[in-house]
């Protein structure tokens, strides 16, 4: 390559770095005047970052209380959803959506372990999935905080096979890739580690430091004045690094915060807790101390397994496995809905306690519970979705959304509307190249 190959929109590269060249007369010329320079209307330093939370519960809810009726505040909701019944001014309730793979194959393990990604998935032996939508994101953005995402879980993998599926499939909602589902931690006190542990190798290093290797190839292909004018360029960008160090250890540094840069608990206890209320609980509090501390913007907590089996004595319903409760449609199976979704009421409650600016953490948060299959009938042609949050004000609270009747009606629809409120646009996810445009 040459001079002639170097165009203005060239940018010096590094790990997790990119950063644009100045003008020099050896490069050509802009094809157009868009893109360099332009600031989005988010860039502001005193903007909190979106979060994004992915809650999963198996074997879906009650038949006859996963229900919304009309809009707004006056929202009235079946009995499953009433812990979050003082959110319905920040939620969005949809109906009708479904994943066509997950119909292709069998029960629980095949309507699970594409739920992200609405990608075929493998039988017999083999394990292939499609990277997840949370995983798409935390690729793009996750080098702006400590840990890409954070993936939590209160049951433990199964790893045998079910119906000729491996049971990974409803161990996982997250995938790194279609043959590597995201490490699940299922232990408080490892995932309290993840957000403020430093791992090994981890350096706080330059941004000059990482494009020196780029920035050296580019200097062979340039003129000499240009050469001058680059290490000038690179000399005040060190300057500035320097000057923002000093200004950060001297705490005069301004802008979005994250409201807290310590844990404010106590590092859990050791090992696994045999207290579903508290195991439950604990991974709820780091799920909201990560996006607090903005150690990750991405999460997601599976409460369970679907094809689970949790039992849970803390309310009188300790004689079958969540699994086998799914079935009844009973008053029992109704406490364990209520349950789980009390866990997300939690969550949100915390969140929109902790202001950041005109906003709560809620507000500029997109919570979303799911399920594998809408009832414990394994119905998974219309699945059981809630939102909450605003996503920054990008998402509309109030609204109760029904696409039963629609053609078009892919869950990965809503996947590629929730992308976009993360700053990650992509063409095409699972089998979907059209955004739900109410999200």
């Known amino acids: 390559m040459n001079s002639k190959n ?41 903007a909190a970052p979106v979060r994004m939370a992915v809650l999963f519960s198996g074997c879906g809810y009650h038949s006859k209380e996963w229900w919304a009726r009309g809009s707004g505040a006056e929202m009235e909701l079946g009995s499953v959803l009433k812990p979050i019944e003082p959110f319905r001014d920040r939620m969005v309730f949809i109906k009708g959506l479904y994943n066509a793979e997950a119909l292709k194959g069998n029960i629980h393990s095949s309507q699970t372990g594409n739920l992200l ?27 702006r905080t400590k840990l890409p995402s954070l993936v939590l879980g209160c049951e433990k993998a199964n790893p045998s096979v079910h119906k000729n599926y491996s049971m990974l499939y409803s161990s996982h909602i997250s995938w790194s890739s279609p043959t590597s589902p995201t490490p699940l931690e299922v232990y408080p006190a490892l995932a309290f580690d993840q957000l403020f542990k430093e791992p090994a190798g981890r350096s706080d290093q330059s941004v000059i430091d990482a494009i020196l290797q780029d920035a050296s190839d580019v200097r062979r292909r340039i003129s000499q004045s240009d050469r001058q004018k680059l290490d000038e360029y690179l000399n005040s960008v060190r300057e500035v690094e320097k000057r923002i160090e000093q200004a950060g250890q001297q705490g005069e540094l301004q802008g979005w915060r994250p409201t807290l840069s310590e844990p404010n608990f106590p590092r859990p206890a050791e090992g696994y807790p045999q207290d579903i209320v508290e195991h439950m609980r604990l991974m709820c509090d780091i799920l909201v101390l990560a996006f607090q501390t903005d150690t990750t913007r991405v999460c997601t907590l599976k409460l369970n397994n679907d094809h689970g089996t949790l039992r849970f004595p803390h309310l009188g319903v300790d004689y079958m496995i969540h699994h086998l409760l799914s079935h009844t449609d009973s008053e029992d199976w109704l406490k364990v809905n209520q349950f789980f979704l009390e866990q997300v009421g939690y969550i949100a409650r915390r969140l929109d306690s902790i202001q950041e600016g005109e906003r709560t953490a809620l507000d500029n948060s997109m919570i979303m519970l799911c399920s594998s299959m809408l009832t414990g009938n394994h119905d998974a042609t219309r699945l059981p979705v809630v939102m909450l949050g605003s996503a920054g004000g990008q998402i509309k609270g109030g609204q109760n959304l029904d696409y039963s009747g629609e053609s078009e009606r892919q869950m990965c629809r809503l996947y590629l509307s929730m992308m976009d409120k993360m700053g990650v646009k992509v063409g095409q996810f699972g089998d979907a190249t059209e955004r739900i445009p109410e999200v």
């Open 6 to 46: 170097l165009s203005r929109r060239w940018a010096l590269r590094g790990l997790g770095v990119s950063m644009a060249l100045p003008w020099m007369e050896s490069t050509t010329a802009w094809g157009d005047k868009t893109g360099y320079g332009k600031k989005s209307e988010d860039s502001s330093a005193n």
């Open 117 to 143: 990604s609405g990608s075929p998935l493998s039988a017999g032996g083999t394990i292939r999935s499609g990277t997840s939508m949370d995983q798409i994101v935390a690729q793009r953005i996750g080098k």
